[in-house]
């Protein structure tokens, strides 16, 4: 259990009036325990639950064939109140959990907006006394104010995902295929430690301008603008990074739509034959190299479209007061 998150309920449900905070969705149930309920996401009925009281009491609510696994990963003599996933009996056993801790006549913060409205009409007919408010606004608002911890766990997050997109753009050319691309990604995430992803995005060529698709089977052209988007996931946190590439030099579209954006006068790329993503330089001159680098530069004119997201403050070089422009988290 995440202490920490537990506190901050706490004083957030005294300040809103309420007796307790039941976290329904996986996104929730997560920011409690510090772990996804494994197939949750996977279908809204199968309910995973984690109630803090005002008192600051836990109990979690869990179907059947996953109670050992979030047993496994609870503290030693976590309440577990365990539904039966054939039963179809998650609000009467959720009922129940809520009686034995005096709340059936309390004011109880649920999320409404995740919560099946059938779910919902059960539950209060199980308990007529007590009132169930929407509280996911207050939820939400507490999920933005991250924890170093919180903090920690994204940067970890960001770090793979943009060198999994690295690596991944390195081992394909010329005739791989999207699936190859996805391949090398996949594997590239799970090999730095995430325990899932949430999303990939693979478009290239003609599907590049397509906004949230998967791989297919096309074969990579020598021109084709690919881009790539992946959210790596550890203990139900996920951080998505997006990285643009070329196989070999860019479409003149490509290069126009560059030329035109915020950044075209402040970075510019060095080419490789291969679809390779943007790391950073430690020169300024060189126009020929076998990765792509992103760094200030006078003068725009060999601009591709990758695109430079990282940018952090360093001391200016000798040559000038320039802001140095990064494009590799994994670098820091």
Known sequence: MRQDVIGRQVRAMKEAGYDALLSIS?????????????TQP??????????????????LVVVDMEASTIRANSPPGTEIAVWHEFKFDAMSVLATLLREHGLGQ???????????????????????????????????RLREIKT??????????????????????RSVRAGSSEMDLAAALTRGVYEQGAEYFKLMIVATG???????VGPTSRVLK?????????????????AGVCRTAAVGAPPSEAERIWANSPRANTCYWTRSNQARRAEPSTS????????????????????????????????PPK???WKQEWCSASSR
């Open 148 to 169: 170093p911890e919180e903090i920690n766990i994204l940067r970890r997050l960001s770090r793979i995902a943009d060198k999994a997109i690295t690596d991944a753009y």
């Open 206 to 212: 003609e599907r590049s301008v397509f906004p949230n």
């Open 319 to 321: 040559t000038g007061r």
């Open 106 to 140: 309390a004011r109880v913060g649920i999320e409404m907006d995740y919560l099946p409205a059938g779910d919902l009409t059960a539950l209060s007919q199980l308990l007529p006394r007590t009132r169930f408010t929407a509280a996911q606004a207050i939820l939400a």
């Open 26 to 38: 996986p996104e929730n149930f997560a920011y409690v325990t510090g772990f996804l309920s494994p």
């Open 284 to 315: 300024s001159t060189s126009r020929r190299s076998e990765s792509l680098a992103c760094r200030r530069s006078p003068s725009s004119a060999t601009a591709s479209v990758y695109t430079c997201t990282k940018t952090l403050t360093s001391a």
């Open 222 to 238: 020598p021109g084709d603008i690919c881009r790539v988007e992946i959210f790596p996931i550890i203990g139900g946190y996920h």
């Open 42 to 59: 996977l279908m809204r009925w199968r309910h995973a639950m984690a109630l803090v009281t005002a008192d600051g009491a836990v109990a």
